[in-house]
């Protein structure tokens, strides 16, 4: 089976963004391929963090990857900071990384800008932590968004060049790019993606809003001032959104949809993406709040998966050590 890495953060509540861009596809992933599956709680610290919520939404986060559909008999499922592998090969790699390509990530120019003057050194090296997360498995599959096609690309250049300065070390990773991958935007400003740690809670929807919360947020979303529902990315992005959003929820084809809300207003067309939203999350938040009521099953599938990856990452780990010229002990 190949191999393959994916991480989210734990830097809020999954909005379902990341649901449908990401953990849909995790889901159908694992039966195919041998995934490893990360909460990257060093990354989110890249930028602050309050301890308490982190510690919250990390918890959260494990038992939505699970309400979701991850089984721990398929998939390993850990912390980034259980495995210390992910920092001590972060800090090999840094020697092999330089300022000039960093400096190029636009994730970081554009998180830095939000940051003011102070920019701390781990929002930059970001992407050197994403590589070494993804060669410790010699992952040979990354699943990525647009967003994070850079730094994918940063990953495959530091392995060649540690690979071409000692001997083969590394596998190469590929990007995986899922058959059905949602791109979901902001529902107050559909040009920019919908993301968790949005100020604006009307922008995005979180795995856990309830029935009426959802209803009420698409209500409110951004459209246009025309009356009619259809798909055109450039003129009608909210409206577009919004049938993507419905389709994936529904399975129905934009075709399906334009048809369905002919001659009907926007209003009909928002309650009815609210509703199939809803209905598609009442399951998962039903399981969510069962698993974060039984702890001991939590942190059962949490002690085996992590001394899978431990176990794992510290072969590669121990290669890495050994090249680079370090004593063995
Ligand atoms: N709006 C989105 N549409 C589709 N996919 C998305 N992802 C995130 N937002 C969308 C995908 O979710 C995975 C995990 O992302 P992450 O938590 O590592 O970081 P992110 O991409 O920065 O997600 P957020 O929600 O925007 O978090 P914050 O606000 O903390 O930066 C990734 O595979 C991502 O593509």
Known sequence: KKILFSGIQPSGVFTIGNYFGALKNWVELQDEYNCYYCVVDLHAITVPQVPKDLRQNSKNALAMLLACGLDPKKATIYYQSHVSGHAELAWILNCFSYMGELSRMTQFKDKSRKQGENIRVGLYDYPVLMAADILLYQADLVPVGQDQKQHLELTRDIAQRFNNTFSPTFTIPEPYIPKAGARVMSLQEPEKKMSKSDENINAFVSMTDHKDTIIKKFKRAVTDSEAEVRYDEENKRGISNLMEIYSVATNKSYEEIEREFQGKGYGDFKLAVGESVAN???????????????????????????EVARRVSNKTLSKVKKKVGFVSF
């Open 280 to 306: 598609l999350l009442e399951p998962i938040q039903r399981e969510y709040t069962k698993l974060l009521n039984e702890k001991g099953y939590m942190e059962e599938i949490l002690k085996e998966s992590t």
